[in-house]
């Protein structure tokens, strides 16, 4: 497809269980970004990566969350011993990288993370 | 203080009429601004840009204030199709981090 793919859509867990989730970005946007999305929340900036590498990883809330991008294509959000606090939408969104357009946010549906 | 805030509403009014959302920002280092609108368990879309010069596109009306830190959206004749939540969003500059507010909710009632 043309857009932002998430998977998985959604995600029940238990707590203390390790998770991954997977985002595609847009075919040859370069910057790429994770947020979520609490009940009645703005998205909350996590981390961004140019290519291959983390720009800005300071939005990750502790060392129990950890995003890789291996090949500067697709990303994967890993977040170790979940607790219930870390219940939430998970948004990837991508973007040309190109001057000016930064603004320009392209998001996936999210992932809608459940932690009992 | 947070970066961005907004009235989370619900601003709840009657089709065809005109309503006003603000923002504050508290970084005053802040070059870009946007807003998004956020249909129900939809993901946010970029609804327009936000210009020093302010700018228009159709019945929606984007103004900046650089120096009360402070962006507004006007919707004016709204549709029952304008019922979402807007977010206000900010950036310092180039590649940081673009900043959301909590977001606005708007009903368009029939």
């Known amino acids: 497809g043309a857009g932002v793919s998430q998977t998985p859509s959604n995600k029940v867990t238990e707590k203390g269980k390790y998770v991954e989730l997977r985002c595609d970005p847009i075919?040859?946007?370069?910057?790429l970004y994770w947020y979520r999305q609490s009940l009645g929340q703005g998205p909350e900036f996590l981390i961004y990566f140019q290519g291959t590498g983390a720009a800005d990883d300071s939005g990750l809330p502790n060392d129990r969350f950890f995003a890789v991008r291996p090949e500067g294509s697709v990303s994967t959000l890993k977040i170790q011993r979940t607790e219930r606090g870390d219940s939430a939408v998970y948004l990837c969104?991508?973007?040309?990288?190109?001057?000016?357009?930064?603004?320009?946010?392209?998001f996936g549906e999210g992932s809608r993370l459940t932690v009992l | 203080r947070k970066e961005v805030e907004q009235d989370p509403g619900p601003f709840n009014v009657p089709e065809g009429a005109t309503v006003a959302f603000n923002c504050t920002y508290s970084n005053s280092a802040s070059q870009s601004f946007f807003w998004y609108r956020q249909d129900c368990r939809k993901e946010p879309k970029l609804l327009m840009s936000v210009y020093s010069s302010g700018n228009e596109d159709g019945r929606f009306t984007a103004q900046l204030n650089r120096a009360s830190q402070y962006i507004s959206l006007l919707i004016r004749d709204s549709k029952l199709s304008d019922s979402a939540t807007y977010l206000c969003?900010?950036?310092?500059?180039?590649?940081?981090?673009?900043?959301f507010g909590k977001g606005t909710r708007l009903s368009v009632i029939a």
């Open positions: 969003v900010v950036a310092k500059s180039g590649n940081t981090p673009l900043v």
């Open positions: 075919s040859g946007h370069t910057a």
């Open positions: 969104a991508s973007s040309s990288g190109l001057a000016g357009g930064q603004g320009e946010l392209f």
